[in-house]
């Protein structure tokens, strides 16, 4: 029998939720484990990608915190081996953009994964504010907030040699519309709350 | 004038919940000519059918209308209740209360009328029925075999040993299929070819069977227990009269390297060939696309010149044989998926990747390396060999969705039969589930766990790449919290899917079967039917209706046997004679009738004066070929067609009934 | 022949020889590649790691202003903004719904119009008809061909054939006389975004990359996406480090190597640019001629 998809058991299963935010079934699995066998990252992972799977088919709460909390998600590099592979189709790297996202709502970042997500919150605050990619802005931006203060200082003086960096941030024309494409999405998000 | 009796089922709550049968019985009592109604709870019981008897001689009825279920499910129930009761069976109809009316509809007062207006047609139907009389048509006792491979083989000795002829056709040069390929056979592990080729030389020995290899049915006409087969019988440039098989011809045949077929393209054979060793009949054909003398204008011509008994006839050509059979059994087997097939390991290009049926040549001591397991790539013993089963089955996205059911019963067996010829070797499998369901099957597969120390792996394989000579499988294993496994095999091994025979569409449109959306044979229905068609007088065996194993292919291939056997136990069959007749005095001659008719049922007729001269010619319907579909008389111009059970008045008188004093309430 | 240009933010910084070969080789061609006025950057990984309304909306605005500017097609050099900009074309065009929201999002009225190509696309549609005619030095090298991820994946949103062993790349630079390499690394992932946060992974998974195309007897290995490229030259030290191995194979952009086969000047190609040296005597031992290549700045390995 098929669960009812009414606003109760929306809020409880979170592969329910997937399934109406992605349209992805995560009932499609039956653990053949080929994602893992591909995964260039399974090594580094806490929850193997077929494991992932596996916990959000049971509706376990304790195990989708455990997803949510995982390493596993912000480790993922959309390199979408395990979909091109999947015999069932399931579209996994979509899920784990959906996973990451509720994993920041819900402020359940794992803290290993607290670099990555330090890297992709100055990258895209250095967008925001430039427009486009401003590497030297990036990095610095990354580094105040993970304090790897000296890490690539090998490479960068290379770069600056090799005119592979640019001491001006590369500014648009129209930098206040993009500000404001990141304001509106906010506003949306917090419509939808 | 009519007296007509109405007789409403309930079907217990199927109709009685949501329609008012009381009341439907009560209405029908009013409708002109009727002379008797009641309703009663289930009219197909003992006592309903009874009651049905009774009011008929009781009431002197003239028709029975029985509003009740499908007429597909209790139709010649009734008809016999009729019939037990003194009247022509033609005379009872029913009225489908429960698919037209119940079963769609809520409960309401209209449905209630509704379920009266289609008694009250069907009533008015009845009115004008005639007695009708089954026609009867003789059985050929002869069987048509499609496909020589062991289903056919079984279902052909079954069918010679009851007594019937039996002509098989096997568009290979040999019979055998795909069981003369096995090495050995699971679970008893016994040798393929040695339980096989008895069978094989038994058909061809069998008084009772004409075997004709090489050959392809190219048609099929007529109708259960009266088809017409028309066989092409391919030009074998050898005439087999003469030819006492010494093999000359094939040793000396200056092309050799052509991709062997029954090797599973793993040997090489020459133009003319034999296709293996105990190939019956056991003489050679000439395999026209690859030999030269063909492809260059009658260049060569050297197995002509050396052949001792001068069989070779360059100048055959493809013949037709027309025969007339009572019976169908169609065993044209399945095909595999090639290893080209799949991406991830390498698109085919490895050449020490090889499907399961080449590991069967590896393993059969008639295969190329004479039963060892070498490598195609370079001959070497693989130390470590993989099995990867799954390859294309229960795969949606790039195969097939379902499960090719035969392949974790080989690969144990491979893995086993690896073991036993290469002691030192290391065998591992990787499975999602092993499914062993059959007698001593999963006992069989503990054994090579358990005392051949196969390594079984749970998980499916990523990827294979080559690597210094070696192939690198890429896999995990699920049962260990996915620990990464990644072995540097010598040789790997797939399980491919079973699939349909890429010829098997055209066929079905040859014999006017089904199939489903895998292009397997349909049989008419999958639990109680499986060896017969939906069309009467076909039936089908073996893996030409899904993947199966030997056991389950012999199983079927006796079943369908017994079909026929039951059929040909008849001298006359029965038909309903609810088929199309023409006015000889209406009839214009057009013909346009005979042009679509599906069933080739309409022929020429030729009116005479009493001189002997042609008047004019007319339409004349076989009433042995013709299936009652009705397509002439929607044709017919000059209206001059008609069909028992069905004529014009008929369903005329039926649609009109429903203009009456209560179709204004409806609008 | 004027083609809408999307350049993306690496080929303005870390892979400016990106940008610099491939304006070079199509003013062989009479191509000229014109720049999107005021694109923005894609969004990258970050955007669809963190929020799908800005991975859309951010590559949208680009579509939009290369459709206002006329432009049916554009050239996406970036494997990874081609990605991106590409999905955006894609989930787009066929969902309705989603375009009026990012419409809304991003104050800008369009019809997805403007289709990103990639830089094989291009150079198969462009460049490959006429480049036997246009071949001044024939190269001789053996060339393992990477294409990484975002080139061939996802297979059914790309419909890129043999995806797992793909021969795009192969088909163009046997043109130049190049022997491409039959190898097993070419679409496995080199690390990508965790470029900088997971430098580790980087040394693991571009250094299996690095090795099998060495063991494979690989002169150079050639790419067409400037994040693999930083990976496999820019990390080598860490990546040699990593591995306790010497590995000093070269990694070119496609367009490099064409440039190079079309007789270009290596310096215009950029070619003094890598870290992992390209040494004048790759094209001129083997090849048939070469010039000299600045290698002043370089890092040895």
């Not at chain 1, 580094?143 to 770069?159: G, W």
């Not at chain 1, 129209?174 to 906010?186: C, T, Y």
């Not at chain 2, 279920?69 to 069976?89: D, Y």
């Not at chain 2, 028309?230 to 011809?249: F, P, Q, R, Y």
């Amino acid at each position: 029998m098929h669960t009812e998809l009414n606003a109760e058991t929306l809020n409880l299963n979170l592969k329910h939720k997937i399934k109406k935010d992605t349209g992805e079934d995560i009932m499609l699995c039956y653990q053949c484990g080929k994602c893992t066998a591909g995964c260039p990252l399974n090594d580094e992972m806490d929850i193997s990608p077929n494991q992932l799977l596996r916990m959000l088919q049971t509706e376990i709460p304790d195990l989708e915190e455990k997803v949510l909390k995982s390493s596993t998600i912000w480790l993922c590099l959309s390199c979408e081996t395990c979909f091109s592979r999947c015999p069932k189709e399931v579209d996994l790297p979509k899920i784990m953009d959906y996973l990451r996202s509720e994993s920041m709502r819900q402020n359940s970042v794992n803290k290993k994964a607290s670099d990555i997500v330090a890297f992709h919150r100055s990258f895209l605050s250095t967008v925001k504010s430039v427009g486009r990619l401003y590497e030297i802005g990036l990095i610095a931006g990354y580094k105040a907030r993970t304090f790897h203060l000296l890490q690539d200082v090998n490479v960068a003086p290379t770069m600056l040699l090799n005119g592979k960096l640019k001491i001006k941030p590369p500014l648009i024309k129209n930098r206040s519309e993009i500000a404001k494409i990141f304001d509106r999405i906010k506003e949306l998000e917090e419509k939808e709350k | 004038m009519s007296r007509i009796g109405v007789f409403v089922c309930h079907c217990g709550e199927n109709i009685g919940a949501t329609v008012d049968c009381a009341e439907v019985a009560k209405m029908a009592k009013d409708f002109p000519g009727v002379a008797f109604s009641i309703d009663y709870k289930y009219m197909c019981s003992d006592p309903g059918q009874t009651l049905i008897k009774e009011a008929i001689k009781e009431h002197n009825l003239t028709g029975v209308v029985v509003a009740a279920c499908s007429p597909r499910m209790h139709e010649p129930t009734f008809r016999k209740v009729a019939a037990e009761a003194g009247l022509n069976p033609y005379l009872c109809e029913m009225a489908n209360l429960r698919e037209h009316c119940s079963w769609v509809h809520y409960k309401d007062k209209s449905t209630t009328l509704k379920a009266a207006e289609l008694v009250r047609m069907l009533v008015e139907k009845v009115k004008l029925n005639t007695p009708l009389y089954p026609i009867k048509v003789p059985v050929t006792k002869t069987a048509l075999v499609i496909g020589g491979g062991i289903a056919g083989i079984q279902t052909a000795l079954d069918i010679a040993n009851s007594g019937h002829k039996v002509i098989m056709v096997e568009k290979s040069p040999s019979i055998g299929g795909h069981m003369s390929q096995l090495s050995e056979t699971f679970p008893t592990l016994d040798c393929s070819q040695c339980i096989l080729t008895p069978r094989m030389v038994e058909v061809a020995q069998h008084p009772n069977i004409t075997l004709y290899t090489y050959a392809e049915l190219e048609s099929l006409d007529g109708f259960i227990g009266n088809f017409k087969a028309t066989i092409k019988l391919k030009a074998k440039s050898v005439d087999h009269s003469v030819c006492n098989g010494c093999g000359e011809c094939s040793a000396k045949c200056p092309i050799k390297k052509i991709p062997d077929e029954f090797n599973a393209g793993l040997g090489t054979r020459p133009a003319i060939y034999v296709p293996f060793p105990q190939a019956v009949p056991n003489k050679p054909v000439i395999d026209r696309d690859n030999c030269t003398y063909f492809r260059k204008n009658g260049k060569c011509g050297l197995c002509e010149k050396i052949c001792p008994t001068k069989a070779i006839d360059f100048s055959q050509k493809d013949e037709f044989i027309t025969v007339d059979v009572g019976a169908v059994v169609v065993t044209t087997g399945f095909d595999i998926k090639g290893t080209d097939f799949f991406p991830e390991y390498g698109y085919g290009k490895y050449k020490d990747i090889i499907t399961g049926l080449q590991f069967e040549r590896l393993a059969s001591a008639s295969g190329p390396t004479l039963g060892e397991i070498r490598r195609p790539s370079d001959g070497k013993i693989p130390q470590n060999i993989v099995f990867i089963s799954c390859a294309g089955s229960r795969d949606p996205a790039k195969g097939i969705d379902y499960c090719s059911k035969i392949c974790c019963m080989y690969l144990a067996k491979h893995a086993m039969l690896y073991k036993h010829k290469v002691h030192s070797g290391k065998a591992s499998v990787f499975y999602m589930d092993i499914r062993a369901g059959g007698k001593t099957y999963e006992e069989f597969v503990r054994r090579a766990i358990e005392e051949d120390e196969v390594n079984y792996v749970r998980g499916r394989v990523s990827r294979i790449y080559e690597k210094d000579g070696k192939l690198i499988v890429k896999g995990v294993d699920t049962l260990l919290n996915s620990y990464p496994v990644e072995i540097e095999a010598d040789m790997v091994v797939l399980g491919t899917a079973g699939i349909a025979n890429p010829e098997s569409e055209s066929l079905a449109q040859k014999l006017h079967i089904s199939y489903d959306q895998y292009h397997f044979f349909a049989e008419a229905h999958p639990k109680l039917r499986p060896v017969e068609t939906n069309t009467a007088g076909i039936m089908l065996a073996g893996a030409c209706q899904f993947p199966k194993d030997i056991p389950d292919s012999v199983s079927q291939a006796s079943g369908a046997a017994s079909k026929v056997s039951a059929l040909f136990s008849q001298n006359e069959l029965t038909r309903d004679p609810l088929i199309a007749f023409v006015n000889k005095n209406t009839c214009v001659g057009c013909f346009m009738c005979q042009s679509v008719c599906p069933y080739l049922a309409i022929e020429k007729e030729k009116i005479k004066a009493k001189d002997g001269s042609v008047i004019r010619e007319v339409a004349k319907i076989n009433p042995g070929l013709c299936q009652g579909c009705g397509t002439c008389v929607a044709l017919c111009r000059s209206k001059s067609i008609d069909i028992n059970g069905y004529s014009h008045k008929q369903v005329y008188a039926e649609v009109m009934s429903l203009f009456n004093e209560r179709s204004l309430e409806y609008v | 022949m004027k083609i809408g240009f999307y350049p993306g933010c690496s080929l303005e910084g870390t892979a400016r020889e990106y940008n610099e070969s491939l304006k070079e080789i199509s003013k062989v061609f009479k191509i000229e590649l014109e720049e999107i006025i005021d694109w923005n950057c894609c969004g990258a990984t970050a955007a669809h790691s963190l929020n799908k309304d800005l991975a859309l909306a951010l590559p949208a605005r680009s579509l939009a202003l290369a459709e206002k500017q006329g432009f049916n097609e554009i050239v996406v050099p970036c494997a990874a903004c081609y990605s991106r900009l590409f999905t955006a074309y894609s989930e787009l065009n066929s969902e309705p719904e989603k375009l009026e929201k990012i419409k809304e999002i991003i104050q800008i009225d369009f019809k997805v119009t403007s289709k990103p190509i990639n830089v094989l696309e291009f150079i198969n549609k462009y460049i490959k008809p006429d480049l036997k005619d246009k071949i001044k030095n024939k190269i001789n090298l053996n060339i393992a061909c990477y294409y990484g991820c975002l080139l061939v994946r996802p297979p059914k949103l790309l419909a890129v054939e043999r995806y797992e062993d793909p021969m795009i790349m192969e088909e163009i630079i046997k043109i130049t006389g190049a022997k491409p390499l039959d190898w097993a690394f070419k679409t496995e992932c080199c690390g990508a975004g965790l470029s900088v946060s997971k430098t580790d992974v980087v040394n693991k998974l571009s250094g299996k990359i690095i090795d099998d195309a060495i063991n494979r007897k690989a002169d150079i290995i050639i790419v067409a996406c400037p994040m693999c490229q930083s990976n496999l030259d820019m990390r080598r030290k860490s990546i040699n480090t990593y591995l306790n191995k010497k590995l000093d194979i070269p990694v070119l952009f496609i367009t490099q190597l064409i440039g190079k086969a079309l007789g270009l000047d290596s310096n215009k190609l950029g070619l003094q640019r890598h870290f992992v040296k390209v040494s004048p005597e790759l094209f001129m031992q083997k090849g048939i001629s070469s010039d000299s290549v600045s290698n002043k700045i370089g890092v040895e390995v």
